[in-house]
């Protein structure tokens, strides 16, 4: 057995790893170097009349959903589906980042009609089926697999997963609770299909700097054109499942892209969501995580479609070296707002670029100078 060096040390603290997230009725709470196992329904909670919760009020209140980010320049592809039972949602958009075109698709079934979550994070899998998109994630131990198609585009990618996930699970309000798993993917293979109702269509068809890596099809019904992903290719997962407050609100920041040095490095912060001062924050780079301390985000004030600058820092107390300073400066935006009474949602998720700097606890200082990322502010009643 090899001695684990002082990078080591400092990108893992030796968390403990859980096989099953409930034990004994009730979930562990912390950060986690791995999580086996979300076996929600073992969860034992009561009422404020003291009544058991039966099992179909668990699977009915638990809210879960899984997002994915492809990186393939120029190219950003986002996609998601989310459930709170009532209704079930997806989308999909692809964003360019040379021309700034944005192609969304997204739809919305009843309850979880035509929808399926089965398993969780580690083994299982989540199915969405409408007529304007089709999105299946396929979660094993060693691989995420995404199958998406819409009448604009489509998706195909087999994601190799991290070595050192982050795991959380933080209380939320007075009985529930909230885990998620966040991770770096190498790429294993995949496609991007442009059909020829793609805004991007044209683009990859008339490039022919691109000739090596695009292909043009002609079907029976539409011409295609094809990327294929490669070592360059990065990706990243959001899983999340939780009983969470009734009027639920984050703000959330990624980035996931290569430092000039040639490392790989993504970055995951948040706000709103975790409780007793558990972070889900952390780094990685070149696949090594560094978890990093909550941080406060600001945001800036909204100008018709357009919003300000926003900052994100982690307010320094003196008894760590951690330093986050950053600035987003907001692009573009999916914007999606539902009201139907007894469910609510306002999610914003804008793309952007970031600069500052991240000084890490072994004064390594990480220097972002327009870097494009994701920001998200997302308000939910459910």
Known sequence: MTNKTTYDLLSTYDLPY?????????????????????NYLD????????????????QLKANQFAFIQIVHGPYRICMA?????????????????????????????????????SGDHKNGEMIFEHNKLALK??????????????????????????????????????????????EPFDVASGELILHSLSKHYFKTKTNDSEADTHTNIYTNTHTISRLEFDASTRANLDWTLGFMRHETNWFWSCINTQLEDGRQF???????????????NACWLDGKIHYLPPVMFRRGSLDGNKSTTWSISHQNLGWSKIDIE??????????????????????????????????LANDEVIVLDQVMGLAEDHFAKW
């Open 266 to 280: 993504m970055l995951n912060l948040s706000m709103g969501v975790n409780e007793t001062g558990i972070s889900e």
């Open 326 to 359: 950053l600035i987003f400066t907001p692009i573009k935006v999916y914007k999606k707002t539902d009201n139907y009474a007894l469910v609510a949602s306002i999610f914003e998720q804008w793309i952007g670029y970031y600069s500052g700097h991240i000084r």
């Open 81 to 117: 589906v989310a459930t709170i039972k009532l209704a079930t949602t997806a989308f999909a958009y692809i964003y360019h980042e040379e021309t700034q075109q944005f192609e969304i698709v997204e739809a919305l079934l009843p309850l979880t009609i035509n929808a399926q979550f």
């Open 137 to 182: 994630m396929t979660f094993s131990p060693e691989l995420v697999s995404v199958r998406l198609n819409s009448k604009v585009f489509a998706v195909n990618a087999d994601l190799q997963r991290a070595q050192q996930p982050l795991a959380v699970c933080s209380p939320s309000g007075r009985r529930g609770w909230t885990f998620t798993q966040k």
């Open 18 to 38: 859980i096989d099953k997230l409930i034990e004994q009725g009730q979930p562990q709470f912390g950060v986690f170097s791995k999580v086996n196992q979300i």
């Open 43 to 58: 969860y034992y909670s009561h009422l404020i009349s003291q009544k058991p919760i039966a099992q179909w009020r668990k």
